[in-house]
């Protein structure tokens, strides 16, 4: 069992930056692939960005690609989403996610922990 609490969340500016958490408890963290996604209002939960067990491979939806960073500290059992030049239609609910295994996944399906997630705000 893992449970996972997300923060960090708030409102912005666009073209602001967000940093957020997700930190793991209840098993050993670096046995699982993490994983953020979000969801709009009225929108399907979509993925957003998936890190290793080790942090070494990372991927990330187009929509976020070189403004989104996906990092973990094991040591902290924490994974982090560093999000720079924040847009309007980033505006969802933000969720983490914990995979057994070693790599991350883009199917929300394939996770088997999920956080309460943490609402994003970014003002036009």
């Known amino acids: 069992q893992v449970q996972l609490v997300e923060s960090g969340g708030g409102l912005v500016q666009a073209g602001g930056s967000l940093r957020l958490s997700c930190a793991a408890s209840g098993s050993t963290f670096s046995r699982y692939a993490m994983g953020w996604f979000r969801q709009a209002p009225g929108k399907e939960r979509e993925f957003v960005a998936a890190i290793d067990w080790s942090g070494g491979r990372t991927n990330y939806a187009d929509s976020v690609k070189g403004r989104f960073t996906i990092s973990r500290d094991n040591a902290k059992n924490t994974v982090y989403l560093q999000m720079n030049n924040l847009k309007p239609e980033d505006t969802a609910v933000y969720y983490c996610?914990?995979?057994?295994?070693?790599?991350?996944?883009?199917?929300?399906?394939?996770?088997?922990?999920w956080g309460r997630g943490t609402q994003v705000s970014v003002s036009s």
């Open positions: 996610a914990a995979r057994g295994g070693v790599l991350g996944s883009t199917l929300s399906s394939r996770y088997d922990y």
